[in-house]
């Protein structure tokens, strides 16, 4: 697999540098909303890692860094909304701020529960910073406090995000092209087998 064949493969919506200096944008407003009391940055894996990276090593202020790992029932391309804990924190919330990073909002439900859980930690604040916000109809009312980018509403792969738990490690987003469904369909399946 080559940088040629994801380009013939997928449609670039969001090149690597776009998402790079935007990122930087980012970093240096959220930097200044906790340089004087911190945060605990929390990733959202797996999707969360690329952009995680990118953001966290912009950012001036005292930062901590910490992972969850959660998964929410429901097929692979919509979700239930009931959130489980796969992973947890291993740092102490309470009092502190909180900021959740993740690839994308799309329902909003997962985020939204998480959060409901979080707070029952009793942290000073928890706010949202998502790579990219769909625009897809919400099943609840969820807005990240910061983001990159929206998206339309269609599926997304690239700089963390998965097809089918592959390709998470394009450097760009990108929207499967059309007629190539059948073919990544069928590596997938001769990977793993
Ligand atoms: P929701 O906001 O609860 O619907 O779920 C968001 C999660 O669904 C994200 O963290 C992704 O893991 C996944 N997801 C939603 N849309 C896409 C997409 O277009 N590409 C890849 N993953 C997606
Ligand atoms: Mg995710």
Known sequence: MSKEWFNENFEVMLPRE??????KELAEQISEEYSSEGVVAVGILRGCFMFYSELIKNMKCPTQVDFMYVSSYG???????????????QTNIAGRHVLLIDD?????????NLREMLMVRKPKSIKICALLDKKAPRKIAVEADYKAFEVDNHFV???GLDYRQFFRNMDFIGKLKDGRQDELDKLIESTTS
């Open 18 to 23: 776009t998402i790079e200096s935007r990122t």
């Open 75 to 89: 097929n692979a391309m919509s979700s239930s909304g009931v959130v489980k804990i796969e992973k947890d924190l």
């Open 104 to 112: 994308i909002i799309d329902s909003g439900l997962t985020l939204h």
């Open 157 to 159: 792969v690239g700089f």
